[in-house]
């Protein structure tokens, strides 16, 4: 149902956007996710949007070079990332959460769904 393109080959200090599009998806009460997995290393969480709380999330190593945005009335959401460096290389997975939470945080179980992950690789 989630559906990721816009990953690719970037050289350090270049830009990429990402997308993600969810289709068959009637609620728009939800938190958008982006996730990223490096080999050898487990999920993380890199940002995070949702329509309840003001603030998107930030992992502390992407602050000020990401920006993460949605367009709800296409369920789609974006990950722009800039100044990419060749720790930013892996596969970055979209994910949405459809309950309403507490806080917003980048905990993997909360989310039920999931892209098929979209190639990041970062080197000159």
């Known amino acids: 149902q989630l559906v990721e393109s816009g990953g690719g080959l970037v050289q350090p200090g270049g830009s990429l956007r990402l997308s993600c599009t969810a289709s068959?998806?009637?609620?728009?009460?939800?938190?958008i996710g982006w996730f990223r997995q490096a080999p050898g290393k487990e999920r993380e969480g890199v940002a995070l949007?949702?329509?309840?709380?003001?603030?998107?999330y930030y992992a502390d190593s992407v602050k000020g070079r990401f920006t993460i945005s949605r367009d709800n009335a296409n369920n789609t959401g974006y990950l722009e990332m800039n100044s990419l460096k060749p720790e930013d290389t892996g596969i970055y997975y979209c994910?949405?959460?459809?309950?309403?939470?507490?806080?917003?945080?980048?905990?993997?179980?909360?989310?039920?769904?999931w892209g098929q992950g979209t190639q990041v690789d970062v080197s000159s």
């Open positions: 994910a949405f959460d459809v309950i309403h939470r507490p806080l917003i945080a980048p905990h993997i179980e909360w989310y039920q769904y």
């Open positions: 068959k998806f009637t609620t728009n009460f939800y938190t």
């Open positions: 949007i949702t329509n309840y709380y003001s603030e998107p």
